[in-house]
């Protein structure tokens, strides 16, 4: 894969950046829809593609981009196909450092040290051509506008972006509800993408990351017997980024 186009996790995080604050929008959410945009990514370049509600690897070769490569081989090394609810939901300890810290090799951010409350050394990003940011907007600023149905990249960017809850973000206020709505209605225009973001709205809602149920074991289908246990309602633990206190302050 060549580096002239930036990567779905590249333009989503710089949709989340605040361009006055130089912090991320909804940072929670957005560690769950860059690991759903990375998913995407290597879909579009033709390395994996949907199973019913799972990923399966067609083409393990790498891509060229060593976070996606990353991420293939451990899609790879599964050996089967995994649900999107399942890798979205796993720990992605440094994710959002290791996209940011790139974009600022790129010369896309630049990192302005500070401190929280005075003591603590945070560290936030500021872009270093808002046209970049423009442009990516503008994208979905014309398919809410239009109408008209986007290429599936711009399609899975506003699925991920309503998934992770940037609409509020990039279309604040009851002036940007409608917009909004149309944001959220894009999610229909790439399966993919489509996929993927309902993963990501069903990790951060709690929805059990299990298995669709099964034929009950010989013994246990007797009439009025209750069914397979509900699944855990929590939302997958995910490891604490101790050791990302500088890295954005939220």
Do not use: F
């Not at 500021?126 to 399609?155: C, F, H, K, W, Y």
């Not at 990351?209 to 246990?220: C, E, F, I, K, N």
């Amino acid at each position: 894969m060549g580096r002239s186009r930036r990567t779905l996790p590249e333009e989503l995080l710089l949709l989340a950046l605040d361009p006055a604050t130089g912090t991320t929008a909804q940072p929670q959410s957005l560690d769950l829809g860059l690991a759903g945009a990375q998913l995407v990514e290597l879909a579009l370049a033709g390395r994996i593609a949907p199973d019913g509600d799972r990923i399966a690897v067609v083409v393990p070769r790498p891509t060229g981009d060593p976070t996606l490569d990353c991420a293939l081989e451990l899609l790879r090394r599964r050996g089967a196909p995994v649900r999107a609810v399942h890798w979205i939901g796993g720990p992605r300890l440094g994710l959002r450092q290791t996209y940011l810290s790139h974009l600022e090799r790129c010369g896309m951010v630049h990192a302005v040290a500070g401190q929280m409350c005075g003591v603590l050394p945070t560290t936030r990003y500021q872009a270093t051509d808002n046209a970049i940011s423009r442009e990516i907007r503008s994208r979905l600023d014309s398919a809410i506008r239009t109408g008209v149905p986007p290429d599936p990249r711009t399609a899975a960017l506003a699925a991920l972006a309503h998934a992770v809850g940037l609409g509020k973000h990039l279309y604040p206020g009851n002036e940007g509800r409608s917009s909004r709505s149309r944001l959220r209605d894009l999610i229909r225009h790439d399966p993919m993408g489509g996929l993927v973001a309902h993963a990501v709205m069903d990790v951060q809602n709690g929805v059990a990351a299990q298995p669709r149920r099964s034929a009950a074991p010989a013994g246990r289908a007797a009439a009025g017997a209750r069914p397979a246990a509900e699944p855990a309602r929590g939302v997958p633990a995910q490891s604490r980024r101790g050791s990302m206190t500088r890295a954005v302050a939220h």
